[in-house]
Protein backbone atom coordinates (compact mmCIF):
# COMPACT_ATOMS: atom_id res chain seq x y z
CA UNK A 1 0.00 0.00 0.00
CA UNK A 2 1.25 3.50 -1.05
CA UNK A 3 2.13 5.93 1.75
CA UNK A 4 2.75 9.79 0.73
CA UNK A 5 4.51 12.19 3.19
CA UNK A 6 3.30 16.22 3.48
CA UNK A 7 4.70 18.44 5.83
CA UNK A 8 2.09 19.19 8.65
CA UNK A 9 2.38 23.19 7.94
CA UNK A 10 3.64 25.75 5.81
CA UNK A 11 3.14 29.22 5.71
CA UNK A 12 4.11 32.27 3.17
CA UNK A 13 3.09 35.54 2.94
CA UNK A 14 -0.08 37.48 1.43
CA UNK A 15 0.38 37.70 -2.51
CA UNK A 16 3.40 35.65 -2.48
CA UNK A 17 4.06 32.01 -3.62
CA UNK A 18 4.50 28.47 -1.70
CA UNK A 19 5.13 25.50 -2.79
CA UNK A 20 3.47 22.39 -1.15
CA UNK A 21 5.50 18.69 -1.27
CA UNK A 22 3.97 15.37 -1.49
CA UNK A 23 6.32 12.53 -1.10
CA UNK A 24 5.55 9.26 -2.44
CA UNK A 25 7.18 5.67 -1.14
CA UNK A 26 9.81 3.94 -2.04
CA UNK A 27 9.02 2.06 -5.45
CA UNK A 28 6.25 4.71 -6.52
CA UNK A 29 7.18 7.37 -8.36
CA UNK A 30 5.11 6.63 -11.56
CA UNK A 31 2.22 7.23 -9.36
CA UNK A 32 -0.66 9.86 -10.63
CA UNK A 33 -1.54 11.85 -7.47
CA UNK A 34 -4.65 14.59 -6.40
CA UNK A 35 -4.14 17.52 -4.84
CA UNK A 36 -7.18 18.48 -2.47
CA UNK A 37 -8.11 21.60 -0.38
CA UNK A 38 -9.57 22.18 2.54
CA UNK A 39 -10.90 25.43 3.81
CA UNK A 40 -11.57 25.65 7.85
CA UNK A 41 -14.86 24.33 8.03
CA UNK A 42 -15.66 23.30 4.76
CA UNK A 43 -15.63 19.68 2.51
CA UNK A 44 -12.73 19.23 0.64
CA UNK A 45 -12.31 20.64 -3.19
CA UNK A 46 -10.90 18.66 -5.79
CA UNK A 47 -7.75 20.70 -7.24
CA UNK A 48 -6.05 19.00 -9.64
CA UNK A 49 -4.85 15.44 -10.76
CA UNK A 50 -0.99 15.61 -11.52
CA UNK A 51 1.13 12.67 -13.51
CA UNK A 52 4.74 12.36 -13.06
CA UNK A 53 5.25 14.17 -16.21
CA UNK A 54 4.54 17.10 -14.41
CA UNK A 55 1.61 17.28 -16.54
CA UNK A 56 -1.35 18.07 -14.46
CA UNK A 57 -5.36 19.01 -15.01
CA UNK A 58 -7.54 21.07 -12.68
CA UNK A 59 -11.11 20.78 -11.64
CA UNK A 60 -13.26 23.59 -12.59
CA UNK A 61 -13.37 26.61 -11.20
CA UNK A 62 -9.82 26.44 -9.74
CA UNK A 63 -8.15 29.35 -10.71
CA UNK A 64 -4.70 29.84 -12.52
CA UNK A 65 -2.66 30.94 -9.83
CA UNK A 66 -2.96 26.98 -8.64
CA UNK A 67 -0.55 24.68 -10.44
CA UNK A 68 1.49 21.72 -10.53
CA UNK A 69 4.82 19.79 -11.15
CA UNK A 70 6.61 16.75 -9.89
CA UNK A 71 10.43 15.26 -9.84
CA UNK A 72 11.29 11.80 -9.22
CA UNK A 73 9.04 10.81 -6.42
CA UNK A 74 7.57 14.26 -5.58
CA UNK A 75 4.33 15.75 -6.13
CA UNK A 76 4.48 19.56 -5.83
CA UNK A 77 1.42 22.11 -5.32
CA UNK A 78 2.19 25.77 -6.28
CA UNK A 79 0.51 28.60 -5.19
CA UNK A 80 0.79 32.21 -6.55
CA UNK A 81 -0.37 35.35 -5.48
CA UNK A 82 -1.21 33.90 -2.10
CA UNK A 83 -5.02 35.03 -1.19
CA UNK A 84 -6.18 34.94 2.55
CA UNK A 85 -8.95 32.00 1.18
CA UNK A 86 -5.51 29.91 0.30
CA UNK A 87 -5.30 29.11 4.37
CA UNK A 88 -6.45 25.65 4.39
CA UNK A 89 -5.67 22.35 5.14
CA UNK A 90 -4.14 20.73 1.29
CA UNK A 91 -4.24 16.96 0.96
CA UNK A 92 -2.32 14.65 -1.66
CA UNK A 93 -4.43 11.70 -2.77
CA UNK A 94 -3.46 8.26 -4.36
CA UNK A 95 -4.73 5.11 -5.85
CA UNK A 96 -3.49 1.13 -5.37
CA UNK A 97 -5.92 -1.10 -7.25
CA UNK A 98 -8.40 -1.49 -4.47
CA UNK A 99 -7.94 1.27 -1.60
CA UNK A 100 -7.05 4.82 -2.19
CA UNK A 101 -4.56 7.02 0.75
CA UNK A 102 -4.21 10.67 1.30
CA UNK A 103 -1.21 12.13 3.14
CA UNK A 104 -1.77 13.43 6.32
CA UNK A 105 -1.59 16.72 4.81
CA UNK A 106 -0.32 20.54 5.47
CA UNK A 107 -1.90 23.08 6.91
CA UNK A 108 -1.34 26.20 5.17
CA UNK A 109 -1.23 29.78 6.97
CA UNK A 110 -0.80 33.28 4.73
CA UNK A 111 0.86 35.70 7.37
CA UNK B 1 -23.69 21.39 -11.39
CA UNK B 2 -22.40 17.61 -9.16
CA UNK B 3 -24.66 17.71 -6.37
CA UNK B 4 -23.75 14.99 -3.33
CA UNK B 5 -26.15 15.65 -0.20
CA UNK B 6 -25.42 13.03 2.34
CA UNK B 7 -27.78 12.25 5.63
CA UNK B 8 -28.14 9.78 8.41
CA UNK B 9 -25.60 10.98 10.80
CA UNK B 10 -26.13 11.43 14.10
CA UNK B 11 -25.38 10.35 17.64
CA UNK B 12 -25.36 6.33 17.98
CA UNK B 13 -23.72 3.97 21.10
CA UNK B 14 -20.84 1.68 20.83
CA UNK B 15 -21.85 -1.56 18.87
CA UNK B 16 -25.08 0.02 17.24
CA UNK B 17 -25.75 0.36 13.68
CA UNK B 18 -26.09 3.95 11.42
CA UNK B 19 -26.68 3.55 7.94
CA UNK B 20 -25.83 6.87 5.51
CA UNK B 21 -26.89 8.00 2.57
CA UNK B 22 -25.82 10.26 -0.48
CA UNK B 23 -28.24 11.23 -3.08
CA UNK B 24 -26.20 12.06 -6.26
CA UNK B 25 -27.66 14.89 -8.64
CA UNK B 26 -26.19 17.05 -11.87
CA UNK B 27 -24.69 14.11 -13.22
CA UNK B 28 -25.11 10.51 -14.76
CA UNK B 29 -24.61 8.57 -11.56
CA UNK B 30 -24.84 5.37 -12.71
CA UNK B 31 -21.56 5.87 -14.86
CA UNK B 32 -19.74 6.90 -11.88
CA UNK B 33 -17.45 4.98 -9.28
CA UNK B 34 -18.21 6.46 -5.51
CA UNK B 35 -16.51 6.82 -2.39
CA UNK B 36 -17.22 7.56 1.24
CA UNK B 37 -14.26 8.87 3.26
CA UNK B 38 -14.01 10.10 6.70
CA UNK B 39 -12.29 13.02 8.77
CA UNK B 40 -12.43 12.62 12.49
CA UNK B 41 -12.34 15.73 14.37
CA UNK B 42 -9.25 17.45 14.25
CA UNK B 43 -7.52 14.29 11.80
CA UNK B 44 -6.91 14.29 8.08
CA UNK B 45 -8.93 12.37 5.05
CA UNK B 46 -9.42 8.89 5.79
CA UNK B 47 -11.00 6.87 2.82
CA UNK B 48 -13.38 4.49 4.17
CA UNK B 49 -15.12 2.68 0.88
CA UNK B 50 -15.55 2.24 -2.45
CA UNK B 51 -18.38 0.92 -5.29
CA UNK B 52 -18.05 0.64 -9.29
CA UNK B 53 -20.39 2.31 -11.32
CA UNK B 54 -22.51 -0.89 -11.38
CA UNK B 55 -22.05 -1.51 -7.98
CA UNK B 56 -20.56 -5.10 -8.78
CA UNK B 57 -17.46 -4.15 -7.12
CA UNK B 58 -17.20 -3.01 -3.62
CA UNK B 59 -13.75 -2.22 -1.81
CA UNK B 60 -13.32 -1.84 2.04
CA UNK B 61 -10.51 -0.04 4.54
CA UNK B 62 -8.90 -2.97 6.85
CA UNK B 63 -10.58 -0.83 9.79
CA UNK B 64 -14.04 -1.04 8.62
CA UNK B 65 -13.83 -4.84 6.46
CA UNK B 66 -16.57 -6.58 7.98
CA UNK B 67 -18.73 -4.23 9.70
CA UNK B 68 -19.52 -1.73 7.13
CA UNK B 69 -21.41 -2.32 3.65
CA UNK B 70 -21.59 0.40 0.78
CA UNK B 71 -23.77 -0.24 -1.51
CA UNK B 72 -26.21 2.11 -4.57
CA UNK B 73 -29.23 2.24 -6.14
CA UNK B 74 -28.70 3.49 -9.56
CA UNK B 75 -32.62 3.98 -10.52
CA UNK B 76 -32.56 6.15 -6.98
CA UNK B 77 -29.10 8.35 -8.12
CA UNK B 78 -28.02 7.43 -4.22
CA UNK B 79 -25.18 5.79 -2.41
CA UNK B 80 -25.61 4.23 1.03
CA UNK B 81 -23.21 3.04 3.89
CA UNK B 82 -24.38 0.88 5.99
CA UNK B 83 -22.50 0.96 9.31
CA UNK B 84 -22.67 -1.95 12.14
CA UNK B 85 -20.63 -2.88 15.37
CA UNK B 86 -19.80 1.24 15.58
CA UNK B 87 -16.78 1.97 17.42
CA UNK B 88 -15.84 5.12 19.32
CA UNK B 89 -13.38 5.57 16.70
CA UNK B 90 -15.90 5.93 13.87
CA UNK B 91 -16.31 9.37 15.17
CA UNK B 92 -16.46 11.34 11.64
CA UNK B 93 -17.61 13.65 9.47
CA UNK B 94 -18.39 10.93 6.33
CA UNK B 95 -17.91 12.34 3.25
CA UNK B 96 -19.51 10.75 -0.12
CA UNK B 97 -17.39 11.66 -3.41
CA UNK B 98 -17.33 10.90 -6.93
CA UNK B 99 -14.28 8.56 -8.20
CA UNK B 100 -12.92 10.11 -11.76
CA UNK B 101 -11.53 6.52 -12.80
CA UNK B 102 -9.73 6.00 -16.12
CA UNK B 103 -7.08 3.04 -17.34
CA UNK B 104 -4.69 4.43 -15.28
CA UNK B 105 -5.63 6.13 -11.91
CA UNK B 106 -8.88 6.62 -10.11
CA UNK B 107 -9.28 9.64 -7.79
CA UNK B 108 -11.99 11.53 -6.02
CA UNK B 109 -12.63 14.91 -8.21
CA UNK B 110 -16.31 15.95 -6.46
CA UNK B 111 -17.17 15.76 -2.70
CA UNK B 112 -20.18 16.22 -0.62
CA UNK B 113 -20.71 18.16 2.39
CA UNK B 114 -20.68 15.79 4.88
CA UNK B 115 -23.12 13.92 7.73
CA UNK B 116 -21.33 13.75 11.21
CA UNK B 117 -21.42 10.35 13.07
CA UNK B 118 -21.03 10.66 16.61
CA UNK B 119 -20.36 7.06 18.55
CA UNK B 120 -20.75 7.32 22.39
CA UNK B 121 -22.49 6.51 25.14
Known amino acids: QPVLTQSSSASASLGSSVKLTCTLS???????IAWHQQQPGKAPRFLMK???????RKGSGIPDRFSGSSSGADRYLTISNLQSEDEADYYC?????????FGGGTKLTVL | EVQLLESGGGLVQPGGSLRLSCAAS????????MSWVRQAPGKGLEWVSG????????YYADAVKGRFTISRDNSKNTLYLQMNSLRAEDTAVYYC??????????????WGQGTLVTVSS
Open chain 2, 97 to 110: ATLYCSSSTCYHDN
Open chain 1, 26 to 32: SGRSWDI
Open chain 2, 51 to 58: ISDSGGRT
Open chain 1, 93 to 101: ETWDSKTWV
Open chain 1, 50 to 56: LEPSGSY
Open chain 2, 26 to 33: GFTFRSYA
